[in-house]
């Protein structure tokens, strides 16, 4: 009897092994800055922090949406911080906007490896709806580089600019492919962000 369940408990023990070993490995990903801004969304060029973020203890990192961080004696609760940071080996570009107050994460999403499929940006457009808008395209793909799997772009007026004088939202329309197959596209609102994606189902390798 005794040896039945040593036998059973073997039996088991050796398909747990079995069962863990052909799950799927989740690669160790190393992220860097890319961007950061900071201020309110009207500053233009001023607004980039880039050199003033440090991540002195590695990544993960938390930046602080703080204005003494940047220089800034005088509050503001309009101010944004904007980040944008890569991922390797998985060749994700991530980004976040937080108000004021708040703070981004600089993380690299988890996750079993998908098939990868390569974003290619189309074109871009920046501007108000049924107002005059402006060809953005490059600045689109300077943040999502020509090799990227996932790529999160922020719908922030210091990285696109004021098209008009009109105070009315704007947004970004990105057109793009993946492995040169055209997509639906993606849009976002001003102050969000436009999540480029290629996953489909069963992607999983």
Do not use: H
């Amino acid at each position: 009897m005794i040896w039945g369940r040593l036998l059973i408990l073997a039996v088991l023990a050796v398909a747990g092994a079995v069962a863990c070993n052909s799950a799927p490995k989740v690669p160790v990903s190393t992220a860097a800055l890319q961007k950061a801004y900071w201020g309110l969304p009207s500053a233009g060029p001023a607004a980039d922090v880039t050199s003033q973020v440090t991540c002195p203890n590695g990544y993960p990192c938390d930046v602080f949406a703080n204005a003494a961080n940047y220089g800034q004696g005088k509050l503001n609760y309009d101010n944004r911080l904007t980040v944008i940071w890569t991922c390797q080996p998985q060749r994700f570009v991530l980004s976040e906007v937080v108000n004021s107050g708040l703070k981004v994460r600089m993380d690299c999403v988890g996750g079993p490896p998908l098939v990868p499929r390569t974003i290619s940006i189309l074109e871009a457009t920046w501007g108000a709806p049924n107002g005059q808008t402006v060809d953005v395209t490059q600045q689109v793909r300077d943040i999502c580089g020509d090799s990227s799997w996932r790529c999160q772009v922020p719908a922030m007026a210091y990285i696109f600019g004021q098209p008009d004088r009109i105070a009315l939202t704007k947004t970004l329309r990105i057109r793009f492919t993946c492995n040169g197959q055209t997509t639906p596209g993606q849009q976002a609102t001003e102050n969000s962000v436009a999540d480029l994606r290629c996953e489909r189902a069963k992607d999983l390798q």
